[in-house]
């Protein structure tokens, strides 16, 4: 194992920002569109749903790193609550959780920036993962001061959206069904769940946070309770303006809705805006799952692993972990189809968040006696067992079952 150790260089804004940058990033910009199809007017009910359930799961989460402030994030806590032999195998699929989220993401930068400059999108798909594993490589406060800038922009751009479209609030019927009636809504929610994958990466950042059992927690929370304001009113701001046909059938959705009320120059703006919310989300997904690759290959036995606990280089960061998950994430990426690498990546999200929630019941259970409560402790309890842990267990399974529905009829 290398001699070095991560630096706690990261206070309560920092991750915060972090945190509301990972989960609004790609999937409010290349998901809408598709989701509005499932939903149509109701959409911004799905992403009620999706927010409701990713945070319930939240609660789990935050319960964990308050007691457990490790890198390793939903690794650490499987093995707390359901040995380490399952979390050293359910690994594989936290990896691929951001593996593969910020492969999709990279084809989503793509196809914003193939609006501005004809290049092929191999090529961009590379070279973005490649400068976003750079940023990491330079440390996590460096990234932290891009992710930062990043989410800024982005919320200028969401901003804008919303205050460009509140003339058209009330034109359409927000409680309208369309043809898939509650199926469209659920199915809606189960694909816009491909944003919530935030939450996992923000808890990786434990061990390079300041007070991390007291700022993760709130970080956690309040930046999912954010996220689902600003989701809500983008998801009536862009029905009330072009209409849930019109706006499943656009290429680049929010793009359009600006386009529609501000012109082209508006589009341009909104294009160079999506790249740096894509790109900032691919730099999350990265570096939290570096702290993964870390923290299982510094728990485990495994010898051909010792080399990704090595922290080297001006970042003090585990570069060979950076290097090796960018790798693989740029050969997902060459797949080229969103629909497809995204319906993945939701696949290994759902597993996850079920996971962590099993974990912390069978750990609740095994401790039902514990006398000293957790910093953060999920309230709702019946013989110390969590009840809404259960409750975003089952929903989980629920959206986890229309994920495989949109899969089967072909719309994700």
Do not use: C
Not at 47 to 57: D, H, I, Y
Not at 327 to 344: C, P, Y
């Amino acid at each position: 194992m290398g001699g070095k150790e991560l630096k706690r260089s990261l206070g309560f804004w920092d991750v915060l920002m972090f945190g509301v940058g990972g989960i609004v990033g790609a999937g409010i910009y290349a998901i809408i569109g598709q989701a509005a199809g499932l939903s149509g007017n109701m959409l911004w009910l799905s992403f009620v749903v999706a927010a409701t359930v990713a945070l319930l799961t939240g609660l789990s989460y935050a319960e964990f790193v308050s007691r457990f402030p490790d890198s390793g994030g939903s690794f650490e806590y499987i093995k707390q609550g359901l040995g380490p032999k399952t979390a050293l195998f359910m690994s594989i699929f936290m990896a691929f959780t951001g593996i593969v989220a910020a492969a999709a993401i990279s084809i989503s930068f793509a196809d914003y920036l193939s609006r501005l400059v004809n290049f092929p999108s191999w090529i961009i798909i590379i070279a973005i993962i490649v400068f976003m594993a750079f940023f990491n490589i330079i440390g996590a406060k460096y990234s932290s001061y891009y992710n930062s800038f990043a989410t800024v922009v982005t919320l200028l751009g969401l901003a804008a959206v919303i205050v460009v479209s509140v003339p058209d609030w009330g034109s359409v019927s927000l409680v309208k069904l369309n043809e898939k009636s509650w199926t469209g809504v659920l199915a809606g929610g189960a694909l816009i769940f491909f944003s919530y994958i935030g939450f996992e990466d923000l808890v990786k950042m434990a061990e390079e946070t300041k007070k991390p059992k007291k700022n993760m927690p709130k970080a956690i929370l309040l930046s999912g309770i954010i996220v689902l304001i600003i989701y809500v009113l983008i998801a009536i701001s862009a029905v009330s303006v072009m209409g849930w046909e019109e706006l499943s059938n656009s290429n680049g959705p929010l793009a359009a809705v600006i386009e529609t009320k501000l012109g082209k120059i508006g589009a341009t703006a909104l294009v160079i805006i999506a790249l740096f919310a894509t790109s900032k989300t691919i730099l999350s997904n990265i570096l939290g799952t570096s702290r993964l690759l870390y923290d299982v290959s510094r728990d485990s036995n495994i010898k051909w692993l010792s080399k990704f606990t090595t922290i080297s280089g001006i970042g003090n960061a585990p570069n060979y972990a950076i290097i090796a998950i960018s790798i693989v994430a740029i050969a997902f990426g060459l797949i080229g189809n969103l629909k497809i690498v995204a319906s993945i990546s939701n696949i290994f999200i759902f597993i996850v968040f079920g996971m962590v929630n099993a974990a912390l019941l069978r750990y609740r259970y095994k401790n039902r006696d514990e006398e000293d409560k957790a910093p953060f402790h999920v309230w709702g309890n019946i013989n110390n067992i969590p009840i809404p842990t259960v409750v975003a267990l089952l929903t989980i399974l629920v959206l986890f079952g229309y994920n495989i529905y949109n899969l089967f009829q072909g719309n994700v």
